[in-house]
């Protein structure tokens, strides 16, 4: 079974690493991909709050909701992050990066 996602589509944009391990893709994670994942994670502990008033519980909904927010958000910026070094997304920054390093 090919799991590549590379197999069912063709990167608009050059590749830098075609299967980018955890560690390059969490290290490629640039300002935009952190403030994503904060501004996601603070909307959810808010959410989590407000919804945890009328029941009397709102430590728990808040950390419970900001858990979620925080998987959440790093779960898009990992595929952001992703999605310019495999070529899916514009990665002007990450090719000359690359290109900076590979001679």
Same mark, same amino acid.
Do not use: C, W
């Given at each position: 079974?090919?799991?590549?996602?590379?197999?069912?589509?063709?990167?608009?944009?050059?590749?830098?690493?075609?299967?980018?391990?955890?560690?390059?893709?969490?290290?490629?994670?640039?300002?935009?991909?952190?403030?994503?994942?904060?501004? #996601?994670? %603070?909307? +959810?502990? $808010?959410? &989590?709050? *407000?919804? /945890?008033?009328?029941? =009397? #519980?709102? %430590?728990? +909904?808040? $950390?419970? &909701?900001? *858990?979620? /927010?925080?998987?959440? =958000?790093?779960?898009?910026?990992?595929?952001?992050?992703?999605?310019?070094?495999?070529?899916?997304?514009?990665?002007?920054?990450?090719?000359?990066?690359?290109?900076?390093?590979?001679?």
């Amino acid at each position: 079974m090919n799991t590549d996602i590379t197999a069912s589509a063709k990167p608009e944009y050059p590749v830098v690493d075609r299967n980018p391990p955890f560690t390059k893709t969490v290290a490629n994670f640039n300002t935009l991909d952190y403030l994503r994942l904060t501004t #996601i994670t %603070g909307v +959810s502990v $808010v959410v &989590g709050y *407000l919804s /945890g008033i009328k029941p =009397g #519980i709102k %430590g728990p +909904s808040m $950390v419970t &909701g900001g *858990l979620i /927010g925080v998987m959440g =958000g790093f779960m898009y910026a990992y595929q952001n992050s992703a999605g310019r070094l495999m070529g899916f997304f514009p990665n002007e920054g990450e090719v000359a990066k690359h290109k900076k390093h590979s001679f």
